[in-house]
């Protein structure tokens, strides 16, 4: 019995982190209907930034979020103006393919910037557990997963109390309606883009102490990312926290009682049962194909 | 906003096409003139265990300096090519498939791991070249009939419990472990070496209490550290690839577990990036198997790692010493021969012994060399060896291994 409460500890607090690294590229789909595939290599780029912070000025990484989530915004919002607007208004099928070579561009320069060694960011928390019985709570992935639910309660709160979010949502919805209001959809959208890798730049200081990274990271980020929004539904934020949650569960039981070494196949596993049997996913909402979106 | 004419667009394909031609033109030369030798090798430079390739490029790059300062090969300057894998299977058939039919090199040395050693030397087999690999000791690579293909360490992968068992053995019947867990990376270095252990455990009554694999993207190891610490073991014997090895550490440091014999493989021989991963006190009492010492009385083995720190400024690791023991074999072979004629290379390889850092080298007809591998400890910060008795750096033993340091 302790070992199972034990693996969902390690679930619970892994899936809190995991929400917070899918919720950006989720935020992203559901406003402007681009698959971000550069969201694996933003998270693993703000890692980066952590451990040069970290090693710069030796100030506690998880308070360096801080730092990289405005830091990202700024690179999400010019990364929408010089590729993603003009790729999305091109063709869709565009602007999935601008964000897979920015993906590959990012993923070079963090090879030529910091070498292909793995790095990890180590405070002196990093192996050190807390203790309730028989039970281990890891004190960096407590940590971490604290500010991750924080950090997505404030998201929440912007998209839902405030006019910048409203206005997201209303161009997330239709955009027509929105410009007819007076939103500015250009600007909006340009904001949940950077919004939606500022969460990224949040997650990658958080999951630079949890786990070692090196450029070819992305990959298995972007893997699982894609993973938690198809599984809590595309553009559903409390789908993406959802998901993330289930999915950190899964991988948990699975390394536990069936095989650690089929805990790496589970997010990819889900993908294809979710698409087989529920499409939209557990929060998501079913379109017609034929339906004819603003 | 900048829009091609229909003319343009003509002109731009025009353009792409001839550039596309050229650059393939240029790809499908004839590799090195005739004043050079082309060693051609691919390496995994990126991905998960960049950490343990970078050690080895840089054993290739010290003897392929080392061997153009004496004049080469052939009274030729040589030149080696190294293309980056990634640590991943398809890549590397496709590096050694281009090195061969497209850049057209004279030679081959091998690549790191056996995940990539077994299909690149399928490659160099069909392809009737020389492959002299420095690493890889899986028995399965060496059970199809290659006959090009050595192995440049003095022992294979099913030998790794071979002095650590030994020295089991040694003890008496109550200070034995008496259950022990293999907890392994999924590959087929490990998968060997982890079996061959659980073998001879067993048969000295060692009961196994946990034994799973788990997948190489794996990073996080609290779930696998749990399902291990709540079995007890006294002894874990870890099938570890590369940073693998630090990650089920640290797990055990926050489970605050801590088993009296901890054995990994492959990890703890990084000595430069292991003592920072763990904590350099933590790697107290940690045994692990290497092919190379840097104490070892090999002839030129004082030299090799002088040379390799003044010239990378670091001692060099288990990885650089057979990544450079690999290019000895290259190097005796075609100097003996006098050409690059792969079948005379081979016929000579299979017969004769190569005097190298690790040790005489000689091959079976599989390419299976008949050394041993040494049994190394991690004591007071330093990588000592502790077995076989003729090639020990201490007489110390750390058993138990002491508790985490905090």
């Given at each position: 019995m302790t070992e199972l409460v034990q693996t969902l500890v390690f679930g619970v607090l892994v899936g809190g982190v995991y929400s917070l690294v899918a919720s950006g590229m989720n935020l992203v789909f559901g406003v402007m209907k681009v698959v971000n595939l550069a969201q694996g290599a933003m998270l693993i780029l703000s890692a980066y930034l952590t451990y040069s912070l970290w090693k710069a000025v030796d100030l506690d990484p998880l308070l360096l979020v801080l730092v990289t989530a405005p830091s990202m915004y700024v690179v999400g919002w010019a990364t929408y103006y010089l590729f993603i607007e003009r790729a999305r208004t091109t063709d869709p099928a565009m602007a999935l393919v601008t964000t897979f070579g920015l993906a590959l561009i990012t993923k070079g320069i963090m090879a030529l910037l910091w070498g292909n060694d793995q790095h990890a960011v180590t405070p002196a928390y990093a192996n050190r557990s807390f203790t309730l019985g028989s039970l281990h709570f890891p004190q960096a992935q407590l940590y971490a997963c604290l500010v991750a639910v924080a950090i997505l309660a404030g998201l929440y709160a912007l998209l839902r109390y405030t006019w910048l979010g409203q206005s997201v949502q209303a161009a997330a919805s239709s955009s027509d309606g929105a410009r007819l209001i007076g939103i500015e959809v250009r600007k909006v959208r340009a904001a949940a883009f950077a919004l939606g890798v500022a969460a990224a730049g949040a997650g990658g200081a958080l999951l630079s102490v949890l786990y070692p990274f090196t450029p070819s990271s992305t990959d298995h980020w972007i893997g699982l990312m894609l993973s938690i929004i198809v599984l809590g539904g595309m553009g559903s934020l409390p789908g993406s926290v959802l998901g993330a949650v289930l999915i950190a569960l899964a991988e948990s039981l699975t390394a536990a009682y069936?095989?650690?070494?089929w805990a790496t196949a589970v997010p990819y596993l889900v993908i294809i049962l979710v698409l087989l049997a529920r499409p939209q996913g557990l929060m998501g909402i079913r379109l017609r194909e034929d339906m004819s979106r603003a | 906003m900048l829009r091609y004419s229909r003319g343009g667009r003509r002109t731009a394909l025009f353009g792409a096409v001839a550039a596309l031609v050229a650059a393939s033109a240029c790809g499908t030369g004839t590799g090195a003139g005739n004043d050079t030798v082309l060693i051609g090798a691919s390496l995994p430079l990126s991905g998960p265990v960049a950490d343990s390739s970078k050690p080895a490029y840089q054993g290739y790059k010290l003897w392929l300096a080392q061997l153009n300062k004496k004049g080469g090969l052939l009274k030729r300057m040589v030149e080696l090519k190294v293309l980056d894998d990634g640590f991943d299977q398809n890549t590397v058939i496709t590096n050694y498939n281009r090195l061969i039919g497209q850049d057209r090199v004279d030679l081959l040395l091998g690549t790191f791991s056996s995940k990539l050693n077994l299909p690149a030397s399928a490659v160099a087999e069909r392809n009737k070249m020389l492959y002299v690999e420095p690493s890889g000791g899986a028995t399965e690579i060496f059970e199809r009939g290659f006959d090009y293909l050595f192995f440049a360490q003095p022992s294979t992968s099913v030998d790794m419990p071979e002095q650590f068992v030994s020295w089991i053995t040694s003890l008496p019947e109550k200070d034995r472990p008496k259950t022990a867990a293999y907890p392994t990376q999924d590959d087929p270095n490990t998968d060997v070496a982890i079996a061959a252990f659980r073998e001879q455990l067993s048969e000295l009554g060692v009961k196994t209490v946990y034994s799973e694999k788990y997948a190489p993207e794996t990073v996080n190891f609290d779930t696998i550290a749990n399902g291990i610490a709540s079995t007890k073991p006294d002894l874990v014997v870890h099938g570890a690839v590369g940073a693998d090895g630090a990650g089920l550490v640290k797990a055990f440091q926050k489970q605050q577990f801590s088993p009296s014999l901890l054995f990994q493989t492959n990890s703890p021989s990084l000595v430069e990036t292991y003592p920072k991963a763990v904590g350099a006190r933590n790697t107290e009492g940690i045994l692990t198997s290497v092919a190379w010492s840097p104490e070892a009385n090999h002839a030129g083995n004082a030299e090799f790692v002088r040379a390799y720190t003044n010239k990378f400024g670091t001692p060099p690791t288990e990885d650089s010493a057979n990544a450079y023991t690999a290019g000895q074999v290259l190097e005796a072979a075609v100097t003996a021969v006098g050409s690059l004629d792969q079948d005379k290379l081979a016929d000579w390889l299979h017969t004769h012994t190569v005097s190298t850092i690790v040790g005489p080298l000689r091959w079976d007809k599989r390419g299976v060399p008949d050394g041993d591998l040494l049994l190394a400890q991690w004591q007071n910060g330093a990588f000592e060896i502790v077995a076989p008795a003729e090639q020990k750096t201490t007489r110390q033993f750390v058993n138990p291994k002491p508790e985490w340091s905090s």
């Open positions: 069936i095989a650690p070494d | -």
